[in-house]
């Protein structure tokens, strides 16, 4: 880094009270080095990147970094001014001001300076050194490494040998995320923490869940030697771990393997592999380098509908809750600002129904939005949400969601691809992209693709309400099906989008689907516990275990929860789940139970049209899986008083991940 910083480069009395003077009077001292060309250029790349996301970083700093074409080579400024200048870190204003800039293309450069001076920045001798600090060239000497941060600030102190450096812990940092972020996320975020300790590695995990998320500390991130992407909806701000060894894989592998991803990342790391910087969207970086258009099509819709399952939660309860307290009639009540009666039941039925449909509201313009995010990143959001509320006005619905974010997101990435010059942009993520695209998005949506859609969703509406008889009962095997086949995975996923999308027009048909699905869902992890309990010879010691938090898990609607199970015996397992789920999703509609919430599983049992025999369906289910993989484990011979002995193959070897109840 010596290269990178000199004396003539380090402002001790920075004059500056903006983070753009700041990088402005930094920028003139490159120039007046001939390491930047063009200050204009240069200081509208900073800008464009510092609007992406805030440099400031705890502990009073702020690292305002570029690649920009108007830089010559690699150069680090350092500023410290008299008062705080605001980077937007969390803690408040910067006092340490670093200002980055790397040639265009020259990602290994840029991400190396980042990455080193990270790493000494969690140093607090470091930064109190550069506190202390009284002469320029000690200080470039100090940030450069020549100088200790522990030793004297003066010239001849960069003359002084370092320390012997201890040995350094390996740093993974991971990101988990699965479509409704609800138990893969953070299944797979504990298992990769439980292998990073049993590793001796440090791992730091940012579950990305459908609630939002926790961005790890940007110091962190800078500081780790690898990363680890767990996921099966795009990777939010996936730009933030670009330069660094990195493992992409599905979320079920972070559950599954999670000792052989951060071994993966180990050996990446030993042989210098670095992921270049994120240039695209979330998902067109997402992946292995042959990740097709349907793989991608498919995480593109996921985004969308992991975003929208919280706002169909809270509506459909709100809605249930409305409805059990207030009777089928509460939809015509007059609206609660006009008229609400404190000691009336019916008010507050009222005013639960209808915050109920209020969210619901949302749902379509949600899932557009998040679509096109998953597609273009932020600026993808307002064609997204403009689509989405075009597919309301149009009553085209769910399709016309899905059509709108689509739309949306391809509109964003085709401009994001033309050229623009440098003084456009600060102002194309804010401005030009929302404008065009908007536009775009409405002239489509109105007047070309939107009719078609509504009429087609007319169709589909029309196709669930009049569900009876032999073709419910079809659909509730397929959906039963689906649901267990893969215990959460991308079919499971198409399967509850389907029930959930048709709760945004809802009907008796698409209750009845929405009840469906949740049921079966519940089936393999209740199977699995029971059959511990019944014939426990047949199992583990840690599927015995697991079948303990099975059962929570199962009466919560996370079919996740019979994962362990499927990872050690699949052959087995996973057949039994799927009879049990058709089982349960034939009777369920058989019986014509609903449900208007996509969650909940045995919580909501009050807000369920006929409960009774919706648990019946249910226990039948549980019954048939459980009987089933008994059966057919008997038959493998892996009964008797050896079952549960630790060291047998597939037994104690580490196949099955132990479940918490946490999850």
């Known amino acids: 880094m010596s290269d990178m910083i ?94 980055i800039a790397a040639p265009a293309g020259a990602d290994d450069a840029h991400l190396t300076i980042l990455s080193a001076l990270a790493r000494r920045l969690m140093d607090p001798d470091f930064t109190a050194a550069l506190r202390a ?11 450069s490494g020549e100088t200790p941060p522990g030793a004297p600030v003066p010239a001849d102190a960069a003359t002084e040998p370092e320390p012997a450096p201890e040995p350094d812990v390996f740093r993974i940092v991971a990101v988990t995320s699965c479509p409704t972020g609800i138990a893969h996320t953070y299944m797979a975020a504990e298992a990769l923490e439980q292998a990073g300790e049993t590793e001796g590695v440090e791992v730091t995990v940012e579950p990305q869940g459908s609630a939002g998320f926790t961005r790890i500390d940007p110091a962190v991130i800078a500081a780790a030697d690898g ?17 660094k ?50 793989t991608k099509l498919r995480k593109w819709l996921m985004s969308g509908v992991s975003y929208m399952v919280p706002f169909v939660a809270a509506g459909g309860l709100l809605i249930a809750l409305g409805f059990a307290i207030g009777g089928y009639t509460i939809d015509k009540a007059p609206s609660v600002a006009e008229h609400f009666v404190w000691t009336d039941s019916t008010s507050w039925a009222a005013l639960l129904f209808q915050v109920g449909g209020l969210a619901f509201s949302f749902l379509v313009p949600v899932l557009a939005g998040y679509i096109a995010y998953g597609m273009a990143d932020r600026p993808g959001l307002v064609p997204g949400f403009v689509g989405g509320s075009i597919a309301l006005t149009i009553n085209a619905g769910f399709l016309g969601g899905l059509a709108a974010g689509l739309i949306a997101g391809g509109a964003v990435m085709a401009i994001q691809r033309i050229k623009v010059p440098a003084a456009l942009r600060g102002i194309m993520p804010v401005v030009v992209i929302p404008l065009i695209s908007s536009a775009v998005v409405g002239f489509l949506m109105f007047l070309v693709v939107g009719k ?113 199970f499927a990872a050690a015996d699949p052959l087995r397992v996973i057949p ?85 109840v946490s999850a």
């Open 133 to 143: 600090a009284t002469d320029p060239a000690a200080t470039a000497s100090l940030i």
């Open 245 to 294: 060894p990195t493992v992409d894989v599905g979320v079920k592998a972070g559950i599954n393997r999670p000792a052989e991803l951060i071994a993966e990342v180990r050996d990446k790391a030993a042989r210098g592999e670095i992921t270049a910087a994120a240039t695209g969207s979330p998902v067109d970086e997402a992946g292995d380098p042959g990740e097709g258009y349907g």
């Open 576 to 660: 039994s789940a799927m009879a049990g789920g058709a089982v349960t999703g034939a009777l369920s509609m058989l019986f014509e139970c609903t449900l208007r919430a996509p969650h909940g599983g045995i919580f909501v049992l009050p807000l369920i049209g006929n409960p009774v025999l919706y648990l019946i369906a249910i226990l039948a289910g549980t019954a048939v899986s459980a009987a089933l993989v008994i059966l057919l484990k008997g038959m493998g011979g892996r009964g008797g008083k050896d079952a549960g002995r630790d060291g047998l193959p597939g037994a104690e070897s580490g196949t099955a991940p132990k479940v918490p």
């Open 227 to 243: 990363v680890i992407f767990a996921h099966d909806v795009p990777v939010r701000e996936k730009e933030r771990f670009a330069g």
């Open 6 to 99: 000199t004396a003539d480069l380090v402002d001790l009395d920075l004059a500056a009270e903006t983070k753009e003077a700041a990088a402005r009077s930094l920028a003139e001292r490159m120039v007046a080095l001939g390491r930047v060309t063009d200050l204009e250029g240069f200081l509208a790349d900073v800008a464009a990147r510092e609007a992406q996301m805030p440099t400031g970083l705890d502990g009073g700093i702020g690292i305002p970094h570029c690649r920009s074409e108007h830089v010559t080579e690699p150069t680090l400024a350092f500023g410290r001014p008299a008062g705080g200048i605001d980077f937007g870190a969390p803690d408040g204003p910067a006092d340490l001001i670093f200002l």
């Open 452 to 564: 078609p859609i509504a009429e087609l969703q007319k169709a589909l509406t029309d196709w669930l309400s009049g569900l009876s008889g032999a073709n419910a009962i079809i659909l509730g095997v397929v959906l039963g099906l689906m649901m267990c086949f893969d215990l959460g995975g991308p079919l499971n996923k198409v399967a509850y989008a389907f029930a959930v999308g048709g709760l945004a027009n809802p009907n008796e048909g698409s209750l009845k689907v929405m009840a469906a699905v949740m049921a079966a869902g519940m089936v393999p992890p209740l199977a699995m516990a029971l059959a511990t309990v019944v014939r426990g010879a047949l199992f583990t010691r840690t599927e015995r275990e697991n079948g303990k938090a099975a059962w929570v898990l199962g009466g919560s609607f996370i079919t996740e929860g019979a994962i362990p």
